[in-house]
Each structure stands twice: as C-alpha cells, then as structure tokens.
C-alpha cells in the first residue's frame, strides 16, 4: 500500500471520529441537560461590550476543541498502530515519535484552554490572562527543548534559521526564546480570531493545507504530510458544524491546543518564516489588536484629536479583533468568511511560491515580502473602511403613516453616487420635524459623525425637546467612559436619573465624576448621599409597611372574610415596589463594598467586612419574605361576583389608582367617598375630572383631578412637580390660586388633586355674552387684568422661594434661541396642514427677521410668569377671579401673561380697549413693584405678536390631533392677529410675509 493510500485512509478516520466526536458533544449539550453539561459560557469579557450589545451570540456548547484533539488522538493512534502493523523501514520509525510530539505539544496547550473553558461554564470567568500566559510560557518552554532534540535542519545547525534575504542564521540558546515566542504567538493568535462563527476553523485549514504541500515539498520525516492532513481532517469535521449559524464552538480548548500545533509544525519543519504567510489572517488579527492598544495607550498623550476629546478616543478600528470590526460595519458572517478566506488563500500562495527561497532562489523571497505587504494593505483598507462607511448622519426622511418627516440616524456616508445612495437607515426616531431647533439642524443635520457624537446628539434634542426618555435611552447606548468625559452631559442624565427615582443609576453615574465636577457643583454630592438616604428609607419603610399589611391580609382570610379584589391588586404592587427597593438597596450595599475595597478602606472601624456581610444576609431574609409573601398573594381568590362598582372605585381605576390609595393621595385621614365625577372634554394633553366627594373634615367637597399621563412620564413628572410645588408657595403667600390637595407620582403618571372653587372659566363667559356688547367683554376681561395684578403683588415677596422652585426643574431658559426653536415649531405645524415646512432659507430669513421683536421683550425685567394665562386659565367665581394651569410656569417678563390675556380671540378687544387696560394694569400694581413689573407697549406688542404665532401653532396641532374644525378658526385669528401687530412695526416685514408663506388668505377657512 502506497504512502499515499495510507495517509489518505488516517485523514477519513479522523475525519469519521471528528463528525462523530462533534455529534457527541452536541448530543451532551442538548437542552434540559443541567448546565455544566451544556457546555455554555456564562462569561462576558470587559473591553467587548460594544460587541455584545450591538452583536450578542447566543450561546453554543464550547465542545468543539475536545471532538478535534479527540478525533486526533484517533488519528495519531491509528498511524502509530499501523506503522507498527506494515513492519516500516528503518526511515519511517521515527514517523511515531514525531506525531505524538506535534499532538502532545498541541494537547497541553488544549488542556490550558480547557480549564480556561472550564471555568467559563462553572465559574462564569476563566483563567486570568496572566495566568494563562504563565502556565503557557511552562509548557513551550518543555516542548521547546523536546522539539530541538529531534528537529532536522539539511545541512544545518539544529536551531537554525532561516530569514529571507539572509539565509540560515543558528540562533543556539537563544532559540528557546524564538520557541517561546512562536508557539504562545500562534496559540494566542488563533483564539483571537475565534470570534466568529466558522472564522478560526477556516483559517486553520488554509494555514494546514499551505503546510500540507510544503510537507509534499520537502519530503523528510521530520515533517510527515500525515500530521497537516490530520490536522484539516479533525478541523473540516469540527467544521461542518461550526459555520453559520454555528451549533458549537471551539473554544480555548481547540483555538489555544491547534494554534500551538500549527506553531510546533513550523518549528519541526524549520518554516518558522513562513508562518507569517500561512498563518497570514491569524497575523493580520493579531496586528490589528495590537495597533488599536498602542494607538489607545502609546500614543494618547502626544496625539490627541480635539473633536475626540470629550466623545471618545481616536482609533484606527471601529472594534478589535478585527472581524469585529467588519461586523460593526454591518457585513454579514459570510461576507466576512469569503474576505478571509481570499485573503488567505492568496497569502498562503504567495508562501508557496515564497519557498524555493530557502534554496538559493534570492528572487523567490520577493514573494515572502509581498505576502507581507499585503498583510499591511488589509489593514489600511480595514482602516479605510471604518472612515467610510463607520460614519453616521442625522437627516429627515418621510415615514408611512407619519404626517411630517421625522429625524432619522443613518449610517454610512451622506452621499450618493450615480443615484445610488451611501448609507443605510440605522433607525428612525420619533422626533418630528417641527421639534428640531433650526440651529440645531443647520449644525447637524447632513453631517458626518461618530457613533457616540450621534447618540449624544440625538440625546440633546431629545432633551431640548423635554423627550427625557428618549435622551436617556439615547444617553445609556455612550460608554460611560465616554459620557464622563462630557461632564455637563453626565450631569444632565444622573439628573434625570434623579427626577425618575432611579436613584442607584444616579449615584454610580455621579460618584464617578471628576472631583472638581463636584467641587464646582456643591450641590451634586448633597443629591448623591440624599438618593442613597432615600434608597434606604425606601426600602425599610416599604418592607415594614407591606409585611403589615400581609399580616391583616393573613388574619383576615383566617377570620373567614375574602379580601377585596382592589385590596389585593394594591398590595401584589406594594410588594413588588418593596422588592424593587430591596433590591436595590443590595445592589448599593455591594457597590458601597466594591468602593471601600477599592481606597483600602474596609478594615476600617466602621466598614468591616462583616458589617456587609451582616447587612447583607438581612437584606436577603427580607427578600425571601417578601418573595414568599407575593407567591401567598398570588393565590387568593377574587370573589365570585362583583358588586356594582361605586363612583370611588370608577375614578381609582381611571386614575389607575386603588381607592385606598386616592384617599392617600388626598392626604385624606381614613377611607373617602367620590359622590360623582365628571371628565373634562377640553382637548388637552392633560386629563382633568371634576369631583365630588362626601363631607370631609380635611378636604372641601368640589375637587379637579389632573391626570398626567400618556407620554413621557419624566416629562410629566416635573410637570407635576413644577405645578405641585409653584401652587403650594403661592397659596401660602395668599394669591388667587387653587389650593393644592396633595398628589400621586408613579412610575406611569402623575395626578394632582387641586380646589374646585365652581366657577366657570373666563373664556365660556365671554363667549356667553350677546354680539355686540363690548362693555360687557371689556369688564370681564378687566376682572382678569385685576386677577393678574393681584397675583403679581402676592408673587413679589415670594420670588427668591418661586425662582429656587422654578429651578429645581429643568425648563427652557427664554433666550432668542428658544424663541427661535418655538417659532420655527410652531409655523411648521402650520405648514404641515399643506404637507410642507420651512426651507432653510426661510429659516435663515426668521432668524434675521425675529431679533427686533424679541429683543423687545427681552428687554423687560424678568419675573415670574404665569406663560399660559389664556381666558380658559382663568377661572371667575361670583366673588373671585383665579388664575389654573401652572405647569408651565417660568422666570420671564409679564408681558407674556399680560399678552395671553388681551389678544385672544374670546376677549377681541379693539386697540383703545387694549391701551385702557394695560392703563388699569399700571395703576393697579403696588408702587414698590411698578419697576420691576411695569409692560410697555412695545413690549406688549412684541410679547402678542410671539403669542400669537406660538398660540396658532398649538391650534394647528391639536387640529390634527382632534379634528376640531374650532382650533382652524383659532389658528386664522391668531395669524391675522400677529399679521395686523407686525404691520404696525417697520422691521418686521420679512416675518409678515413668512406667516403670509405659511398660510396664504387663499387659504383660509378652506380646512
């Protein structure tokens, strides 16, 4: 039987056992098996977030390495036994001694990665990189001094080697160091590319295939063609179940085991030089690992790029090991299979051809130096790569179903080229076109930048915008190494985090800012320790409150009484809140933990180790008597039939509230009783009910219910806030306000109970009277102008309190930017009515054409502002006149309140009854506030004219919303309102005719 016949025979053995092997393994990892036999990794590696949150693997049985060294095992064997079995010539016994070297030094290091695997699947974490490089160090080391002791160099010295353009150079003692450094090298360098499903295994095989006919080159025994084939043998077996979607991986067991066993083939075939072309990919991947670190470390403080220097470091690939990197650049598994698989196959041909160097053939060796060359034009191109197509843009496009085009992140270059476009939708969001500040957009719309300045971008015109959920979603998706580097912008979320309660995201956010951050803000660190206060308050109050109530609950059912089905959904959400603040509070136990052992500080008198301990072991038993209180809930029975549900019970459940808790709400001593309720049918983004209730000693009987809710619950909670708070100041300081009657901020809405005082708002008064009586609609309008004087006089000695509550919220600073952002807002939602918007040459013309009108408003002191002082927001009584609608309260100039109030199209006063009662506003204020509270007309005008425009948007909108033919007629007053004050003014033609563009008279009433 011929040489070849028999190496052909050995590889399908091997070949049988690695199928079978790989079979075996899956069968094992079969799901319902117990975990450690499902071979899955638990592991998440630091420095690969991005990878997994952008590319998560499922998890695959680890197995593989363990079919592959068995399969060789297999395949070793059967040539020894069958060496021994033909009886070979002197020239084949050492065959044996060779194989089981190669495989030998190829199973110690696959032992290595075992146990690194092993620990993945038991301990959720492997070897440390230290240790594992130590214990490979150990073993090349040995199998070094085995390989010299056998290896043949013709007509050389046993540690030669051979370097192109130089020839044979015997390295003697200092070939233990090469030894080392080829066999850790390969080993490492082919688990780096295990990365991705069917990618190492591929590889492996153009490296052993490029070896396989080397090895028929040469033709000596010290590098059989038998160890290559058994090598793709047991690798195509592993293969075929490895591709994508792979069904089991290698693992360290087989990339760190096959890697040292490609580097023992070089250095028993004294090839070592070649290597660099056959393992061409594994040196590419390598490379690429090694130039992002040293651009990262190396060169971070001589080169840094300005643009980066609060974004993130500057980085020649997007992700390392770099067929991440193409996976960032959206190329699919395959894709990047046949890049690499071309890449090396031409290399490793270039190998081939490179060899008969060796010989004396000087010009052969210029293809070694290409092979190389190649290898640094793959990774320039990978770099190229990432600065074309790892760009992202920001730009509008029309979605189905969506009336105005809504802002969109691309990815790619915004470009096209012959039509087709450069770039691929990463997603849309849902900010709207009318919601992006035209500053905003001629800044960033259109423009390459990074993933981070992206999301961050996207992030700050969420928030401009008061979207606070989606900033903070747009925020969390930045490393927080990178958000830190942006402190303004760290500040920002952990506030957020703050207002939604998230109190642990807050405190691990904003302990990790600089000192000086903290220093300058004295206020940060005061908010940090009250958010760990309030974590623990929370948490021991909630645990004591609901095991209370499980215990009445208990005696109740043992008493024979059937709980109420409203009693136990409140208390199934009690318990859950519990368990959320327990939790949380061991979650800040540990991280208050993980910081002392970090400063050395747990040894000292008052942070031991078993002060964490003990607090930890109670914050379990809590948790588990919480978790077996939920589980008993859960198990009660509602009653079998359902009484008539009272108006109480209605108006919880609208509230989304139980009863016991709208008592609480109202801070109400004991049970309370709702006698009727009506809901408001004013559009609005608010929902008000009107409420009576039975006699209360606490309470009055006529009560508003304002319900914030359906949209951005951070939004509405500072609302809720801003307005709880606001009212509960000026109530106390006297003005013509409801009383606040207390509140309820959850998760998903807010409502603040407010007086009722009964009364009929100032609008359906004026649109009660006869046509025609002007002197009628001129008193009404000056008990509102009375209203506001009042509230002014009681708002001057509480104004510092009203500034710091004003504050505490995040609200939009009155600046000519943020009159710009409404404006532009506001004649979009107008333009979209026709299904059009403003250009951006009509955006530069509003910019030029508002500074005179605003600068005219802003020159008047600011105080506070009421900002919605419309004739619906007054409330008149047959003896007092209110002012309602505080959530959007602010620090201004009163002309705004002052203008919301004359030009309405409920009051429509003329000119001189505009002149009069602005007269009887003057002589109404106090003598100590008239500076600072004074309107001059031309403040009035200018304040109208920005009313007007803002008002008619807002009607646009909720046109399009309700479909209330009334808002259009609202909005064409408005129009023509700021359309008749701006031709008073010689500066504001170019404003007249972009209201005139918006909406032509042609087209009014035409809706």
């Not at 400063?599 to 008597?625: N, Q």
């Not at 008193?779 to 000695?797: C, N």
């Amino acid at each position: 039987m011929s040489e070849t016949i028999r190496y052909l025979l050995l590889a399908i053995v091997t070949l049988l056992a690695s199928l079978l092997g790989t079979r075996f393994i899956l069968y094992l990892a079969r799901p319902g098996r117990e975990s450690r036999l499902r071979f899955g990794s638990q592991e998440r590696k630091e420095g690969k977030e991005q990878v997994y949150r952008h590319y998560p693997r499922r998890k695959k049985p680890l197995g593989g390495g363990v079919a592959i060294f068995g399969a060789l095992l297999v395949g070793v064997g059967a040539a020894h036994l069958f060496t021994l079995w033909t009886a070979p010539t002197p020239a084949q016994t050492s065959l044996p001694v060779v194989a089981w070297l190669w495989l030998a030094c190829g199973l110690a290091f696959a032992a290595i990665g075992f146990i690194d695997d092993w620990r993945k699947i038991t301990a959720a974490r492997g070897l440390s990189e230290r240790s594992k490089l130590l214990l490979q160090v150990i073993v090349s080391i040995i199998f070094t001094a085995l390989i010299i002791s056998i290896r043949e160099v013709p007509g050389q010295h046993a540690t030669a080697v051979f370097l192109p353009f130089v020839g044979w150079v015997p390295f003697y003692i200092f070939f233990w160091l090469f030894g080392i450094i080829v066999l850790v090298g390969a080993s490492n360098a082919v688990n780096l590319i295990d990365g991705l499903d069917g990618l190492a295994g591929s590889s492996l095989l153009f490296s052993f295939v490029g070896y396989l006919v080397l090895a028929a080159l040469l033709r000596h025994e010290t590098t059989p063609a038998l160890l290559p084939m058994l090598a793709i043998a047991a690798v195509l077996g592993f293969l075929l179940f490895n591709l994508p979607s792979a069904k089991i991986i290698m693992g360290d067991t087989g990339a760190l085991g096959l890697g040292a066993a490609l580097g023992a083939l070089a250095l028993l075939s004294a090839t070592e030089w070649l290597l660099i072309l056959f393992g061409a990919l594994f040196i590419i991947t390598t490379l690429s690992v090694m130039i992002q670190m040293m651009v990262l470390r190396v060169f971070r403080g001589p080169i840094r790029l300005l643009r980066h220097q609060t974004t993130e470091e500057f980085r020649p690939f997007l992700v390392t090991p770099l067929h991440h990197h193409f996976q960032a650049l959206n190329w699919g598994p395959w894709q990047i299979l046949g890049l690499y698989g071309f890449t090396g196959v031409i290399i490793a041909a270039l190998g081939i051809l490179a060899f008969p160097a060796a010989y004396g053939s000087t010009p052969a060796g210029w293809f070694w130096a290409l092979g190389l060359v190649l290898q640094a034009v793959f990774l320039v191109l990978a770099a190229v790569q990432k600065a074309v197509q790892a760009n992202y843009f920001l730009g509008l496009e029309a979605v189905e179903g969506a009336p105005e085009r809504v802002l969109t992140l691309y990815k790619g270059l915004p470009v096209t080229i012959f039509g087709s476009p450069r770039y691929i939708v990463e997603y849309y969001t849902d900010i709207t076109e009318t919601m992006v500040n035209a500053n905003a957009a001629e800044g960033v719309l259109w423009r390459s930048l990074s993933e981070i300045e992206a999301h961050v971008t996207l992030g700050k015109i969420y928030y401009a915008n008061r979207r606070y959920d989606g900033a903070v979603e747009e925020w969390e998706r930045v490393p927080q190494r990178n958000l830190l580097n942006r402190e303004s912008l760290a500040v920002q979320l952990g506030e957020i985090y703050l207002k939604g309660n998230e109190y642990l995201k807050a405190i691990k956010l904003l302990e990790q800012l600089p000192a000086g951050r903290l220093a300058r803000n004295p206020g940060l660190p005061v908010e940090i320790q009250h958010a760990k206060v309030q974590i623990g308050n929370m948490a021991g109050k909630l645990y004591h409150h609901v095991m209370g109530h499980v215990s009445e609950l208990e005696q109740a059912v043992r008493e024979g009484r059937t709980p109420a089905r409203d009693e136990v959904e409140r208390l199934l959400r009690e318990l859950d809140t519990a368990m959320q603040y327990t939790q949380q509070l061991r979650e800040l136990l540990d991280y208050e933990r993980f910081k002392a052992e970090r400063l050395g500080e747990l040894e000292a008198a008052d942070s031991s180790p078993d002060l964490y301990r003990r607090m930890d072991t109670i914050l379990a038993v809590r948790r588990d008597e919480l978790m077996e209180a939920l589980r008993w809930v859960e198990t009660l029975t509602e009653p079998g039939g359902q009484a008539a549900r009272t108006p109480t019970q209605e108006l919880a459940d609208l509230l989304r509230l139980t009863p016991t808790e709208l008592s609480l709400a109202m801070e109400a001593q004991g049970p309370l009783a709702v006698v009727e309720f009506a809901r408001l049918t004013k559009p609005s983004r608010n929902t008000l009910y009107r409420m009576q209730i039975e006699p209360h000693a606490q309470l009055p009987e006529r009560l508003v219910a304002k319900c914030y809710e359906d949209q951005q619950v951070t939004f509405f909670s500072a609302c809720y806030r801003r307005e709880r708070g606001v009212l509960q100041i000026l109530h106390e300081a006297g003005a013509p306000v409801p009383r606040p009657l207390g509140g309820y901020l959850g998760s998903h809405q807010a409502v603040l109970f407010l007086e009722d005082l009964g009364a009929q708002d100032l609008a359906g008064k004026l649109a009660a009277l006869p046509a025609g009586d002007r002197a009628g609609r001129l008193a009404l309008v000056r008990d509102g102008v009375q209203m506001l004087t009042t509230l002014y006089t009681h708002v001057l000695p509480v104004l510092p309190r009203l500034e710091r509550e004003v504050r505490k919220i995040v609200k939009e600073v009155l600046t000519p930017d943020y009159f710009l952002n409404a404006l532009t807002i506001a004649l979009n939602r107008i333009l979209a009515l026709r299904h059009a918007q403003l250009s951006a040459a009509q955006l530069g013309r509003l910019e030029l054409a508002l500074h005179p009108v605003v600068g005219a408003v802003l020159e008047s002191p600011k105080t506070f502002i009421h900002f919605e002082c419309t004739p619906g927001n007054i409330q008149m009584a047959e003896n007092r006149v209110t002012a309602v609608d505080f959530e959007q309260s602010t620090l201004g100039p009163t002309a705004f309140d002052l203008a919301s109030l004359l030009f309405s199209p409920e009051a429509d006063l003329a000119d001189g009854d505009v002149e009069s009662l602005l007269g009887l506003y003057h002589d109404q204020l106090p003598g100590e506030g008239q500076p600072l509270l004074a309107v001059t007309p031309g403040a009035l005008e200018a304040a109208a004219i920005l009313k007007m425009v803002f008002y008619a948007g807002s009607a646009a909108n909720f046109y399009r919303k309700f479909e209330d033919r009334a808002r259009v007629d609202a909005m064409e007053w408005y129009l023509a309102t700021a359309e008749r004050l701006l031709a008073r003014r010689h500066d504001a033609g170019e404003l007249t005719d972009l209201l005139g563009a918006c909406w032509p008279r042609e087209m009014r009433s035409s809706l």
